[in-house]
Nanobody, 124 residues
């Protein structure tokens, strides 16, 4: 059974940084894409960043390019999202997700497994 457990969320002031972690277990993830999504109250879940497990190729939404970096640690089977220069518009519940193949890396519906989410709140 695949499990994704997020951690690292919290309250931070505008301009600050946070690093989210997603501990993945239950299978090997070569051939998978791991993604981060976020959802603010009343809004749809939106793509933030993704990484192909085997090649470590990354993808990012335009809204976070230059500020957020996704990475993975093979030995720990953990995916990270380093978030810098945070602003109040980044406030949301952040989810980790896993997709076999990865043809739809920026679409929530393309993912097979989801974590429970970790809250990020950025104060102005």
């Amino acid at each position: 059974q695949v499990q994704l457990v997020e951690s690292g969320g919290g309250l931070v002031q505008a301009g600050g940084s946070l690093r989210l972690s997603c501990a993945a277990s239950g299978r090997t993830f070569s051939g998978y894409v791991m993604g981060w999504f976020r959802q603010a109250p009343g809004q749809e879940r939106e793509f933030v960043a993704a990484i192909r497990w085997s090649s470590a190729r990354t993808y990012s939404a335009d809204s976070v390019k230059g500020r957020f970096t996704i990475s993975r640690d093979n030995a720990k089977t953990t995916v990270y999202l380093q978030m810098n220069s945070l602003n109040p518009e980044d406030t949301a519940l952040y989810y980790c997700a896993a997709q076999r193949g990865g043809s739809s890396y920026n679409t929530p519906g393309g993912y097979d497994y989801w974590g429970q989410g970790t809250q990020v709140t950025v104060s102005s």
